[in-house]
């Protein structure tokens, strides 16, 4: 056998070796939302692994009536004294500019005893928010905030126009200062925090 013929062969074996690792990490990484259980023993029909930040999105979608009822997870919270998270919908449906016209699910740290964390909605009119309590646009109901091993999940119903298949979210997190939510990190992950969600048939 040529020693070419050998390092040809050699190489599409590495390839498909290669290929099987990256196929495996990939499922892995897809699965992660779907194998967890919440506390309350809530179930989803779809769920997703959001990318650039350790957060998880669940819902159930009815297209019909637009109901949507949502659980959208963000892990890795050390202190959730000063910590705000949230996850919102750009009605306009602008991927490239969704933070203005945003309307969001909002967690800050609770002011009140026997409470970690407390939800309310904001609508998102500039760059230079400080995610003030707000009206959205959309219906909602059942607004629920919970802390648990580390981790915020902002429960949510919320109605859709009907027929909706598919809109652009966003997801942050940022520090609180004086009870009052700050600026989030300008670095690459958090400023590609957003994408185009399938609600119905989601790509696999």
Request: neutral net charge.
């Amino acid at each position: 056998m040529l020693v070419s013929d050998m390092l040809m062969r050699v190489a599409f074996c590495f390839s498909v070796f290669t290929s099987l690792i990256l196929t495996t990490t990939a499922h892995t990484q897809t699965c992660r939302c779907s194998k967890y259980t919440f506390p309350n023993k809530e179930v989803f029909a779809t769920c997703r692994d959001l990318p650039h930040s350790p957060s998880f999105l669940h819902w159930t979608y009815q297209p019909a009536t637009g109901n949507l009822d949502i659980a959208f997870r963000h892990s890795g919270i050390e202190n959730p004294t000063n910590t705000w998270v949230a996850w919102a919908i750009n009605p306009n449906n602008n991927l490239i500019q969704a933070m203005p016209g945003a309307q969001a699910l909002v967690a800050v740290p609770a002011q009140t005893c026997g409470a970690v964390m407390r939800g309310y909605t904001c609508s998102i009119s500039s760059y230079n928010t400080v995610l003030e309590e707000s009206n959205i646009s959309y219906p909602y109901s059942n607004l629920m905030v919970t802390f648990q091993n580390n981790e915020v999940t902002i429960f949510a119903k919320l109605t859709l126009p009907k027929c909706t298949t598919s809109l652009v979210h966003l997801w942050q997190s940022g520090s609180v200062s004086d009870s009052v939510p700050e600026v989030h990190d300008m670095a690459s992950a958090n400023l590609n925090s957003k994408e185009i969600l399938h609600l119905v048939s989601p790509p696999t």
